[in-house]
Each structure stands twice: as C-alpha cells, then as structure tokens.
C-alpha cells in the first residue's frame, strides 16, 4: 500500500476518532445536541436502544441513502467512519463520564462542535468516500444545488426538527449545530486543503531540485 493511501486512511481515522470525541463532549456538556444526536436523544425515547448502537444504526441508514442515490460518494472511509464513531464515543464515555466538570457546561459544548468540525474536515481532506451524514449533506446539495455550508444547516435543521418532535430538548448547543457546524466544517476544510497545497508544492519543489 502506497505511503499517500496510508496517509490518507490515517488522516478518515484520526478525523472519525475526532468526531465521536466531540459528540460525546456536546452530549456531556447538554447544552443542545447536534443534528443527529438530537435525533438519537428523541429515539431513545421510543425505543429503548443505547445511544452509540443508535449512532451505528442511522450511519447505515444514511449510507444506504447516499449508495441508493449516487453510489460513487461512498468508499472505504465512509465503513470507517459508520463503525469508529460509535466506538469512539463508547470509550470516550468512560473517561468522561467520571469527570463531572464537563457536565453542563457551555464552554465544553462549544469546545466539542470545534473538535467535531474539525474531525469531519480532516475525515473529508481524505476523499476516501463520504461519511454517512456527509454523503447525505452533499446528496442535499447537489440536489437542491446549493453550498456545503447551506446544505449542512438545511440537513442539521431538517434532523433537529425530528429530534425534537420525538421529545429531544433543545438549547444554546442546538443553535451552534444549525448555524455554526456548516461553516466550521467548512472554514477547517478550506484552510486544511490550502496547507495540504502547500506541502504538495514544496514536495515537488524539493523533488525538482534533486533531480
């Protein structure tokens, strides 16, 4: 296996890793939810099922939507990221559940929609295939042929509103995921994408100059 696909996979690693880190602290902090934990929270409610098998359970849900409409999107990042998520916040849990100042706390809920922005950028840098909920954001964008950062708010808003219709609580966090996500997603991404430039120019810079 090449050294860039090695890269690459490491990079869908440490970003799904980042992701289920800030879940967890959004979760924790229960200052509102993103999109899809809010969803969670209201399924739950329904149905008693633990909240990271819920996680793994809609992830599927959302492939099999992106694979049904542009199957190209997909590849073996986005099994990465279905599977790591879940797991990543199972373990985490156990560290951070026992550290009570994290509990209701403004600032961690911020610190954790960072965290979770930033992961989702570096998990996309990779271009290893969509996660489930970015494949379904780029399905909402390409159809309605708008921006990454309106289709996130428009999907996060359309996932919250059921979230919340199944008796999820709503909050300061729930403002960040509708209006605030997108464009951190999309803000890491841009300035990752312009370093990941960079460091390709000066590998072919410095390949030239050996030669």
Do not use: H
């Amino acid at each position: 296996m090449s050294n860039i696909r090695l890269s690459r996979l490491l990079l869908v690693t440490v970003g799904t890793i980042l992701m289920g880190v800030g879940i967890e602290l959004i979760v924790l902090a229960d200052q509102g939810f993103d999109s899809v934990s809010t969803l969670i929270i209201g399924l739950m409610n329904v149905l008693s099922i633990p909240f990271v098998r819920w996680s793994q359970l809609l992830s599927v849900l959302f492939l099999l939507i992106t694979f049904l409409y542009k199957r190209s999107m997909l590849g073996i990042g986005s099994l990465i990221n279905t599977f790591l998520v879940g797991e990543t916040i199972s373990c985490v849990a156990l560290l951070f559940q026992s550290w009570s100042w994290l509990q209701g706390n403004v600032y961690f809920s911020f610190l954790g929609f960072v965290i979770m922005a930033l992961g989702t950028a570096l998990y996309l840098l990779a271009e290893l295939g969509s996660g489930p909920l970015e494949g379904l954001m780029f399905c909402v964008c390409d159809k309605l042929s708008i921006s990454l950062q309106k289709g996130r708010i428009a999907l996060d808003f359309f996932i919250l509103t059921c979230g919340f219709l199944l008796g999820s609580s709503l909050g300061v966090g729930t403002i960040m995921a509708v209006f605030f996500l997108g464009p951190m997603i999309q803000g890491f991404l841009t300035f990752l994408q312009k370093i990941n430039s960079l460091a390709l120019f000066q590998r072919q810079k410095s390949k030239r100059l050996s030669e």
